[in-house]
């Protein structure tokens, strides 16, 4: 049983899903805790997920008995699971802020949030490269019909880029996908690993193309700068819930340029070995100064925060290109950081949304937040967002800047600047929303948005920060594997058919 | 074979191209569509272009490689679902915005500034 613990992420949410779609008509007063208990089950699956790849062993779950590198694998690796569990984690939060009625406004949120859920799982754990395109398409169709979830201009208007683009995007992606299938003729990534590693020197180039393709598209989803000016709007227009959400969303590019590059083009990947990672490094930097200057130009919290998600790109992805072992583990530390304390936040503007009235969380004198816990949240949330101490985007940061070492001057400049250009713009919002203008009287008609989601994230920051020691040393671990798979790939190819 | 199979990815490619670059929703659709055509052969070339081969072993001299064929179902299948999706929200776009371009900005531009947005945009 415990050997099928692995596929339990994908089919929970996929059955919850069907589950909530068959009784669509259902009352909500049924959907909600139905939604809630499959997102809490979740969150032990992956838990006890975590506990398991914490031990440092590869877990390989074979679909269908059919041995790599045929067939369909699924991996579990500290990274996968890693990631499982920074989505479990946000979905219960985000249930319950949607569920305080929110969820009135549209169809189906419990449905499409399970199905979110489980192309989110599927892409973490899947070791197959056009099953990754599939969990793809299957997280984005479900994060389309959420981005317009209660309608509206705004809404309809970013979609439309947000859709288009990823349509744009998924065809990209197969092409890359076919172009390595055709040169190496497996799916399998550790396979493939293996494979584009001695490709003949006639084929490089092709295979290069086919590695750029890739980075392309997942460089879109991640919304790195000429590629991601669909985020902020995107973003600032969701409903609260669903943009904290979507904190993860833009983590799951991210994550593919970890995993898939990692593998594919890491340093054993011979004439391929790096591939990109110049470009990236400048165009991750160009993210950064862009997020900051959106951040110091929003004129409402979400926009605000929707900027602040693509200076964590801008930093994630800089991390990234630094290439080392260390660089990984403060980019992995940052990315958990940013997440859930980005989706903290967006819960954070979706009380501030629901209590200012008319002028929602714009930055105008208007009604000011009376309530000392909304403030203090808020107060926290900066804290942690700036990376200020004790919190944990100081931890991020300064992991981040040691492991880029005095040779990185740019680097440095650039993400201390960044730190006071967000101290600056987080002050402005700060007092204008909750010290300028009269106490605020919430309209009767405003739809309820409750703080207690908002404390279950909140403290994971600190928590982050207590537990650093175990967690530095899981995230270490995690970081020397990405960087020198070839463990993973033995693993993966010597999985025997009816061993799980 | 291969002559005639690459001049039709790159003319359907084209096309395609071209209409989502029209930046109007109905364009912007066909051009996704026809790029999804364009990428659905590619891939199918992927396995190598053959005649008289099935993609069954045993059944004649050679045999196609069944992988892309699969992978080409695949993806023919979610292309159809999102061209359904887009469909709907490109509808629901005209009603909304009472335009169809693609850019809500386009409209201000030419017609002033638009009527009371229902949220902030940035």
Redesign the interface.
């Known amino acids: 049983m415990s050997a099928h613990l692995l596929i339990l992420p994908i089919l929970l949410p996929l059955l919850a899903g069907a589950v909530l779609l068959l009784f669509s008509g259902a009352r909500l007063a049924w959907k909600r805790p139905l939604n809630l208990f499959a997102c809490v089950l979740l969150l032990g699956v992956a838990l006890a997920l975590l506990v398991k790849a914490a031990g440092g062993e590869t877990q390989v779950y074979v679909l269908g008995d059919w041995a790599p590198p045929f067939g369909i694998v699924l991996v579990l690796d500290r990274f996968s699971a890693l990631l499982l569990v920074v989505t479990a984690v946000l979905a219960v939060p985000v249930t319950l802020a949607m569920s305080a009625g929110t969820d009135r406004t549209g169809q189906n949120f419990h449905a499409l949030l399970q199905f979110q859920l489980m192309g989110l799982n599927g892409a973490f754990l899947t070791g197959d490269l056009?099953n990754l395109f599939?969990f793809f398409?299957v997280l984005l169709?479900a994060s389309?019909?959420l981005l317009?979830f209660g309608?509206?201009?705004?809404?309809?208007?970013?979609?439309?880029?947000y859709?288009?683009l990823n349509?744009?995007g998924?065809?990209v992606f197969?092409?890359a996908?076919?172009?390595l299938?055709?040169l190496t003729g497996t799916?399998n990534m550790a396979d493939m690993a293996q494979r584009l590693a001695t490709l003949p020197a006639e084929d490089v180039a092709l295979a290069r193309a086919a590695g750029l393709l890739l980075l392309l598209v997942f460089a879109m989803k991640a919304a790195l700068l000429p590629l991601g000016m669909w985020l902020?709007?995107a973003y600032?227009?969701a409903a609260a819930p669903i943009a904290a959400l979507f904190a993860i969303m833009s983590k799951v590019g991210i994550y593919a340029i970890f995993r898939v590059h990692g593998l594919l083009f890491g340093d054993h990947a011979g004439a391929l070995a790096g591939l990109g990672q110049t470009l990236i490094w400048w165009l991750a930097l160009g993210t950064l100064v862009l997020g900051v200057c959106?951040m110091l130009g929003?004129?409402?919290l979400?926009?605000l925060l929707?900027?602040q998600v693509m200076v964590s790109v801008g930093t994630l992805l800089a991390g990234w290109s630094l290439g080392t072992a260390a660089a990984w583990r403060g980019a992995l530390f940052y990315l958990v950081h940013s997440t859930w304390l980005t989706a903290a936040m967006f819960l954070v503007a979706g009380v501030v949304v629901s209590r200012r009235g008319i002028a929602?969380?714009?930055f105008m004198i208007s009604q000011r937040i009376a309530s000392p816990a909304v403030g203090l949240a808020f107060l926290a949330g900066a804290v942690a967002l700036i990376g200020l101490p004790p919190l944990s985007g100081f931890v991020g940061k300064a992991l981040l800047l040691q492991a880029a070492g005095t040779a990185e001057a740019l680097f440095w400049i650039l993400l201390l600047v960044a730190g006071l250009a967000a101290l600056l713009a987080f002050t402005r919002a700060g007092s204008t929303l909750f010290w300028r203008g009269e106490p605020s009287t919430p309209r009767s008609s405003a739809v309820p948005m409750p703080m207690a989601p908002v404390w279950m994230l909140l403290p994971l920051s600190l928590l982050l920060v207590l537990a650093g020691d175990p967690i530095l040393t899981y995230l270490g671990a995690t970081a020397e594997v990405l960087k020198t798979p070839q463990a993973l790939i033995d693993a993966v190819l010597g999985a025997r058919a009816g061993g799980s | 074979m291969e002559a005639l199979m690459a001049v039709c990815i790159g003319v359907l490619t084209a096309c395609g191209v071209y209409l989502m670059l029209r930046a109007r929703t109905f364009p912007v659709v066909m051009g996704l569509m026809l790029l999804g055509y364009a990428v659905n052969l590619f891939l199918f070339a992927m396995g190598r272009l053959a005649t008289e081969a099935p993609a069954v072993i045993g059944r004649a001299e050679s045999h196609a490689d069944p992988l892309p064929q699969a992978l080409v179902l695949t993806a023919i299948v979610i292309g159809f679902a999102m061209t359904a999706y887009v469909v709907i929200l490109v509808i629901r776009a005209r009603k909304t915005l009472n335009h169809d371009y693609v850019d809500d900005r386009v409209n201000e531009r030419a017609h002033g500034a638009p009527e009371k947005s229902q949220g902030t945009r940035s």
């Open positions: 056009f599939v398409e169709i389309y019909a317009v309608g509206g201009r705004a809404r309809v208007a970013a979609s439309m880029h859709v288009f349509l744009v998924s065809a197969i092409i996908v076919g172009l299938y055709g799916l902020p709007a600032a227009s959106g929003a004129r409402s979400r926009s929707a900027w929602e969380d714009g």
